[in-house]
């Protein structure tokens, strides 16, 4: 299997559910979708309640079986059992063992996926320490929180060297130091080679991480593509100044207004004049402005002083 093998690829997925209450009547779910994610490659999929992501999830993880269309996993059919030994899935709620401890918790989900003895302690210590929970892993799950059950739901994922990780909702109900934590999480992921595809009904968490996203409408992909192609605006281009004087503004709009009349003086006028959208200081994110006032983690840490920003976060 070479690296041009894309990580997912689903062609043509149609899914159709028989009602149970009423006879011969059919819902269809999905409907002729395709998507493809390549090796290494974060993949946000995104879409209201109701649109036929957690189905296309459950299709691809083999959990439920397509009426037409096809998904394979690094090549293998997703019907087929071994195509999820590469694939590591963490559910929007996942079911745990609450009188476990931590590490414990990591050391079952280790065994029934083969590992044990020394290989096993030492997988245990690297994923408690890569999403920081060495702290907590003798703890008992019944006193994490929310986020921390997250982040050792991502650990049990990754606890057999996936190659591929399937994240449905990763941040519902975390509060937004421990949303940030696993975002960072899954960034580092991309930087060890591991595709992801993920769901969420968090745009900006979307924006901020993806590399490429679909939309996904009433069982049909409506948009699709790379992330930074489907968010341009065409016809705007966006310059960012500092320390920029009232006369230096007051110079842009000038030549904005010469040109705009050059322009318009011109016979047979073949492009639209430039005008000035806005002027103004950029505005960071309320989550940012938060997590700035807060910064401070599971352990209590005393926040950190809030620091001016020039701008929310960006994906490059």
Do not use: N, Y
């Given at each position: 299997m070479t690296d041009a093998t894309p990580a997912i690829s689903i062609k043509n997925l149609t899914k159709v559910f028989r009602t149970p209450t009423v006879r011969k009547h059919f819902v269809t779910a999905v409907t002729n979708l395709s998507l493809e994610v390549a090796s290494g490659q974060i993949y946000g999929l995104i879409g209201p309640n109701g649109s036929g992501k957690s189905t296309t999830m459950k299709v691809l993880l083999g959990l439920l079986k397509p009426t037409s269309g096809s998904a394979a996993i690094f090549g293998r059919d997703s019907s087929r059992v071994d195509s999820r030994n590469d694939v590591g899935f963490l559910p929007e709620n996942p079911y745990f063992y609450k009188h476990l401890t931590g590490a414990e918790t990591l050391a079952f989900y280790g065994k029934l996926c083969g590992l044990q003895g020394a290989v096993l302690r030492e997988r245990i210590a690297e994923m408690l320490a890569l999403v920081d929970l060495e702290h907590a892993r003798d703890r008992r799950l019944g006193g994490y929180s929310k986020g921390m059950l997250q982040r050792i739901g991502l650990a049990q994922a990754l606890i057999h060297h996936p190659r591929l990780v399937v994240l449905d909702e990763p941040t519902a109900g975390v509060d937004p130091a421990g949303s940030r934590k696993i975002r960072d999480l899954v960034l580092d992921l991309k930087s060890r080679g591991i595709s992801v595809i993920l769901s969420s009904h968090l745009l900006e968490q979307v924006q901020e991480i993806c590399d490429r996203v679909g939309i996904v409408f009433r069982g049909r992909m409506v948009k699709e593509g790379p992330l930074h192609d489907l968010i341009a605006v065409e016809d705007q281009t966006e310059i960012v100044l500092?320390?920029?004087?009232?006369?230096?503004?007051?110079?842009?709009?000038?030549?904005?207004?010469?040109?705009?009349?050059?322009?318009?003086?011109?016979?047979?006028?073949?492009?639209?004049?430039?005008?000035?959208?806005?002027?103004?200081?950029?505005?960071?994110?309320?989550?940012?402005?938060?997590?700035?006032?807060?910064?401070?983690?599971?352990?209590?840490?005393?926040?950190?002083?809030?620091?001016?920003?020039?701008?929310?976060?960006?994906?490059?």
């Open positions: 500092q320390h920029a004087t009232p006369a230096l503004l007051a110079r842009i709009q000038q030549l904005v207004a010469a040109e705009a009349a050059e322009i318009t003086t011109e016979a047979g006028q073949a492009r639209l004049a430039a005008s000035v959208v806005r002027i103004g200081q950029p505005r960071t994110t309320l989550e940012t402005l938060f997590l700035q006032a807060t910064q401070g983690d599971d352990r209590g840490e005393t926040p950190a002083t809030l620091t001016p920003t020039t701008g929310g976060p960006s994906h490059e």
